[in-house]
């Protein structure tokens, strides 16, 4: 059974900092390439950013050089590292393992970017 469980989020004042984990089980996590992606009421889910099983890089050009998308093979975790946040960044996080074809989601987790 393939579980990706987020955590890290919370309320942020702008400008500020946080840290999503997502912890997979049940996949060689190696072999799955991994992605952020964060929804909001009313809008359809975006991509934010996605990390190849080989470490190669993608980012939605809102969150170019302010987030950094990394993994770890050895504790089957995937990061998202963001920085300089701002109000529209506010949305619920979710992790998604591509593995083999097949498209696995967290439940997500929720970030509030707000004063």
């Known amino acids: 059974q393939v579980q990706l469980v987020e955590s890290g989020g919370g309320l942020v004042q702008p400008g500020g900092s946080l840290r999503l984990s997502c912890a997979a089980s049940?996949?060689?996590?190696?072999?799955?390439?991994m992605g952020w992606y964060r929804q909001t009421p009313g809008k359809q889910r975006e991509l934010v950013a996605t990390i190849t099983s080989g470490g190669s890089t993608n980012y939605a050009d809102s969150v170019k050089g302010r987030f950094t998308i990394s993994r770890d093979n050895a504790k089957n975790t995937v990061y998202l590292q963001m920085n300089s946040l701002k109000p529209e960044d506010t949305a619920v996080y979710y992790c998604?393992?591509?593995?083999?074809?097949?498209?696995?989601w967290g439940k997500g987790t929720l970030v509030t970017v707000s004063s």
């Open positions: 998604k393992s591509d593995y083999y074809g097949m498209n696995y």
């Open positions: 049940g996949i060689i996590f190696s072999r799955s390439a």
